[in-house]
């Protein structure tokens, strides 16, 4: 799993599918995106936040605790909060850079719900590929532990369903 986050909601989703995942058996590393510089708040009138994710659609990135051997995977889950209606500039540096990446699964975070489908023509655009599997979780949600770890299973079901994987 490969995410960011800027206020712990989407760090808080990778938990508990990393939760979920290692109870049924699969091997799972995560890997932080960083932005080089940190975004400082209020992030929403940071000119540099806005203006890498509406304009640059991208930073200079670092990873943590290591930049990941992308096809040492099966299955690459990127999470994501939304900034102004995209996928925060941090993640999409990251996908623009593994152009080649194939079965991507992403997951977005976000206040209000918003519709897959965008999410999806955002991901193709910047790495060329469309997720096997999108899924968009609302801080409402994520903020309700009981609500967070059912929507997360429902998740994974689907998973199970697009890749095959038993
Ligand atoms: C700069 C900024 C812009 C945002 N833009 C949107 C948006 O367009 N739509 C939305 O529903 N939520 C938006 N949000 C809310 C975040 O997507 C949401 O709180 C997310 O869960 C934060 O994830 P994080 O805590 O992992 O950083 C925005 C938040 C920030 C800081």
Redesign the pocket.
Known sequence: MVYY???????RVVNVLKQVLASEDFTVDVYVVLPMREYSKP??V?FR?IYDTIFKKGTSIKFEPSKPKLGDYDLVVVAS?????TLSSPIQEFLKRHATMRSVVVIA????S?ETAKIERIVEKLCGAKPMLCANIR?AT?RDSAKLKETVQEVVNELRAVTGIR
């Open positions: 986050s800027r206020t712990g909601y989407t760090k992030l929403h940071n936040l909060p939304i900034w102004i209606g975070t976000s206040v209000r918003m801080d994520i």
